[in-house]
């Protein structure tokens, strides 16, 4: 299943719109912090479908008979561009534990690339809602790496896949590419291209360097 909220008229539209601004982008700060945002109404919205319990609350009145999700999901997120909006779902989901995956493009001297997997820092997983969140999903390359390296770790109920935008090549890839059924895109935007350095077209540019400086290649 894919959920693209662009879809709906909604503030997460706005949000997005100035991660794609080049006159707002140089304010690194407001560039996180409008991931971080996105984040939470990512979070919210994976709430519904979440499953649930009821239980009671005693007010000072009297007993509320409320439903909550039945469990926390873990959160895990692709270093380094993914860290405000890990922190985004995190903010909802408080009670979540939290994994990390250190992936990230390789170059090589004629411009071609591999993806590169360091390390994997991961709670228990299993029969829990696993939430893996990388703001950009180009080719998904990165995303099958941390998908398959996460299920060697155990057995989650379902997978979300978060990205603020991705290309239809890289859910197509992602889906071609992961054995396990219980898979769901969430996306704040689908774009349609990928240019031949394997960017994403209107795309943004390079979301870890937007978000905390140009990194030594």
């Known amino acids: 299943m894919v959920i693209n909220l662009a879809e709906q008229s909604s503030l997460l539209n706005q949000f997005i719109a100035e991660l794609r601004d080049v006159n707002i982008q140089n304010d690194s700060l407001r560039f996180r912090r409008n991931l971080e945002r996105i984040g939470e109404i990512f979070a919210y919205e994976i709430s519904k479908t979440m499953p649930s319990i009821e239980t009671e609350v005693q007010t000072p009145l009297g007993v509320a008979q409320v439903t ?83 299920l060697e770790r155990g057995t989650p109920s379902h997978v ?19 054995n396990f059924e219980n ?13 031949p350095k394997k960017y994403i077209s209107p795309g943004l540019g390079d979301a870890g360097d937007l978000a905390y400086g140009k990194k030594l290649k």
């Open 68 to 150: 909550v999700p039945s469990s926390p999901p873990v959160i895990a997120s692709i270093l380094r561009a993914g860290l405000p909006l890990h922190q985004g779902l995190l903010n909802f989901f408080d009670k979540a534990d939290s994994a990390f995956i250190s992936a990230s493009r390789a170059y090589n001297e004629d411009g071609s690339f591999r993806i590169q997997f360091d390390n994997l820092s991961c709670p228990v997983i299993d029969n829990k809602d696993l939430i893996l969140v990388d703001p950009m999903l180009a080719t998904g390359a990165s995303m099958v790496l941390a998908i398959k390296a996460l």
């Open 160 to 178: 979300h896949i978060v990205s603020v935008i991705a290309s239809q090549e890289g859910i197509d890839y992602t889906v071609a590419n992961t």
């Open 183 to 195: 898979v769901t895109f969430w996306s704040g935007a689908i774009d349609p291209v990928l240019t």
